[in-house]
C-alpha cells in the first residue's frame, strides 16, 4: 500500500469512508512530513497541529458513528491554506510583519464552505507578501524553496501552497491568483493549479489586492481532485458584491472523460522569443496529445498579449494602493507608537510593508494622482477592454486555449531580486486571464534538462470550468505527468 501521504484527494476520501485509515492517521502522517522536511522547504507560515488533530478526532467520531446518514463529502481530509485567507483563529498574516500577530475572528467564505464538507486545516502557508511576488521571495517570513530543487523558486504568490502539495505535505491546498499567482507556481513545482471566473468563488474573507483581478483558486495533484473543491467552494455569496448568481455544474469527472471534438487554440502570441525551448516543446507535444485524445486544434490570435504585463502594472498596484491604506496602525495589525498621529502613520507602514509592496503602493498611487489618472490607469482600463475582446472572439472559434504557463521553468532563488522588471516578466504568459476575468487551469506535461517541471495551461470562456477540467482530466488520464513526486527528503 501507498504512504498514506501519496493518495490522492479522491484516494484519501474513499479510505476514510471505507474504514481503511483514520483522520487522526491520516493527519499524524503528514503532520510528521511536515516536521521532516518543512525546515528544508520553508512551505508554510503557521502550523496548527493541535487544531488539526482535534478536528481530525472530531472527523473520527462522526465517520464511526454516521451509519446510513449523509456525511459532508471532504469529512476528515487535510488541507492547507494560503496565508491571505482568513481562518477563524488562525493568525493571518498575508507574508507580511504589518499583519504578523493578526488574528482573524471569521473564516473566508471559500475556507468556510470547507470546513462546513469536513476538512481539516494543516496550517498556512507561505506566500509573497501581500500575494505581489512570482517567487515567494518576497515574505516577511523568508523563502520558500522548491522541491524538486532546494535552489529554485516554487513560484509565487501561491508558492508556499504549491510546495506543500508538490512535497506531500498537503493533498490539496487553497492558493490565490491575481495575475499568476496559483498557475505559474503550479507550473514551478509540477502539480495541477486552477483559478476560477472571476466572480465564481467568494473573495470574502480574501486580504486584497487588486480587487478586480483578485480570485481563489487552489492547488493538487490532479484536475480530478480540483474539481471536487471547486463544486464546493463556488456559489453565491450575498457578503460578496462581485460574487455571481449562477448554478455550480457537478463536477465529478468519470476516468472515461470524452474530448472529441473539443476545440483547442492555440495563440502564437504566446510563443514568444526568449522562450526557453523545453517548454515550447513540452507544450506543443501536450497539445498533439489533446488532438490524439480527439481535439480540433487551430491557431487563434490574441494581438493585444504584449500590453497585459504594462496594463496589469498599472491597474494591479493602483488597486493595492487604494486597499493596503487600511493598514495604518489604528484598527488592527502593526502600531509604531509616536506623539504625532502622521509620525505614527509613517513609522507604521515604514516599518511594517516590504520594499516590494511599498514599490507597487508608490506605482498605484502615482498612476491614479491627479494629471496622471487619464493618462495611465485610465488608458490601461481601456487597453484591458481590449485584450478581453481579443479572448472573447477567440472563443467564438474554440473552446479553451492551450499556452504556455511560463516563459521558463523555476530559476534560481536571487536570480532576479535585483532587477524588478525581469521578475515581472514572468508573469507575461498568466496576466491576460486575470484581466480578462476568465478561468485557467494549469498542469504538468513535461520536464526540462534539469529535471524542472513544465507546466501548461488551458484557458475558457467566462464560467465555462467544467470544459477546463474535463480536458485537462482527459489528458491526465492519457499521461502520467501529474503522478511525479520530487525525491526532496
Not at 503532520?31 to 512551505?43: F, T, V
Not at 524553496?145 to 504568490?157: A, D, K, Q, Y
Not at 502622521?342 to 515604514?350: L, Q
Amino acid at each position: 500500500m501507498a504512504a498514506l501521504t501519496d493518495l490522492t484527494l479522491t484516494e484519501t476520501v474513499k479510505g476514510l469512508r471505507t474504514g481503511e485509515f483514520s483522520s487522526m492517521e491520516l493527519t499524524q502522517a503528514y503532520l510528521e512530513r511536515i516536521d521532516q522536511l518543512e525546515p528544508k522547504l520553508h512551505a508554510f507560515i503557521s502550523l496548527t497541529p493541535d487544531k488539526a488533530l482535534a478536528q481530525a478526532k472530531a472527523a473520527d467520531k462522526r465517520l464511526k458513528s454516521a451509519g446510513d446518514k449523509q456525511l459532508p463529502p471532504l469529512l476528515g481530509l487535510p488541507i492547507a491554506v494560503k496565508d491571505v485567507l482568513s481562518v477563524e483563529g488562525i493568525r493571518a498574516t498575508s507574508g507580511s510583519r504589518i499583519l504578523e500577530n493578526f488574528i482573524p475572528p471569521f473564516s473566508a467564505t471559500a475556507v468556510q464552505r470547507l470546513l462546513d464538507a469536513g476538512v481539516v486545516i494543516l496550517g498556512k502557508t507561505n506566500t509573497d507578501e501581500f500575494a505581489m511576488g512570482s517567487s515567494t521571495e518576497n515574505s516577511a517570513f523568508g523563502t520558500t524553496h522548491n522541491p524538486w530543487n532546494l535552489e529554485r523558486v516554487p513560484g509565487g504568490s501561491s508558492g508556499g501552497s504549491a510546495a506543500a502539495v508538490a512535497a506531500r505535505l498537503a493533498p490539496v491546498a487553497l492558493g490565490t491568483d491575481t495575475g499568476g499567482s496559483v498557475r505559474q507556481p503550479a507550473s514551478f513545482c509540477g502539480v495541477t493549479g486552477f483559478k476560477p471566473t472571476y466572480g465564481r468563488i467568494s473573495r470574502y474573507g480574501l486580504i486584497a489586492y487588486g480587487s478586480s483581478l483578485d480570485s481563489v483558486g487552489a492547488l493538487g495533484r490532479s484536475a480530478q481532485d480540483l474539481a471536487e473543491l471547486f463544486s464546493i467552494m463556488a456559489g453565491f455569496d450575498k457578503l460578496d458584491a462581485t460574487s455571481m448568481d449562477l448554478p455550480v455544474p457537478d463536477m465529478h469527472l468519470n476516468a472515461d472523460v470524452d474530448i472529441k471534438g473539443l476545440r483547442v487554440g492555440v495563440p502564437e502570441e504566446y510563443f514568444i522569443k526568449g522562450i526557453q525551448t523545453e517548454v515550447e516543446e513540452a507544450v506543443r507535444a501536450a497539445v498533439s496529445e489533446l488532438e490524439n485524445l480527439g481535439a480540433q486544434v487551430r491557431q487563434v490570435s490574441l494581438p493585444h498579449t504584449e500590453y497585459a504585463v504594462p496594463v496589469y502594472y498599472i491597474i494591479a498596484p493602483a488597486e493595492a494602493s487604494a486597499n493596503l491604506a487600511r493598514f495604518d496602525g489604528v484598527r488592527y495589525g502593526l502600531r509604531v507608537e509616536s506623539e504625532d498621529i502622521i509620525d505614527m502613520f509613517k513609522e507604521t507602514r515604514g516599518s511594517g510593508f516590504g520594499s516590494e509592496v511599498k514599490r507597487r503602493i508608490m506605482l498605484g498611487t502615482y498612476a491614479l494622482s491627479a494629471g496622471y489618472y487619464d493618462a495611465y490607469y485610465g488608458q490601461a482600463q481601456k487597453v484591458r477592454a481590449l485584450i478581453k475582446r481579443d479572448f472573447e472572439q477567440a472563443f467564438e472559434q474554440v473552446d479553451v486555449i492551450a499556452a504556455p504557463v511560463a516563459p521558463t521553468t523555476a530559476f534560481t532563488i536571487g536570480e532576479h531580486s535585483g532587477d524588478p522588471l525581469s521578475m515581472y516578466l514572468e508573469d507575461v504568459f498568466t496576466l491576460p486571464a486575470n484581466l480578462a476575468g476568465i478561468p485557467g487551469i494549469a498542469f504538468p506535461v513535461g520536464f526540462d534538462s534539469d529535471n524542472l517541471p513544465i507546466g501548461m495551461q488551458l484557458m475558457g470562456s467566462h464560467f465555462q470550468e467544467e470544459t477546463l477540467f474535463r480536458a485537462a482530466h482527459a489528458y491526465q488520464s492519457a499521461s502520467d505527468w501529474h503522478t511525479k513526486a520530487p525525491a526532496v527528503g
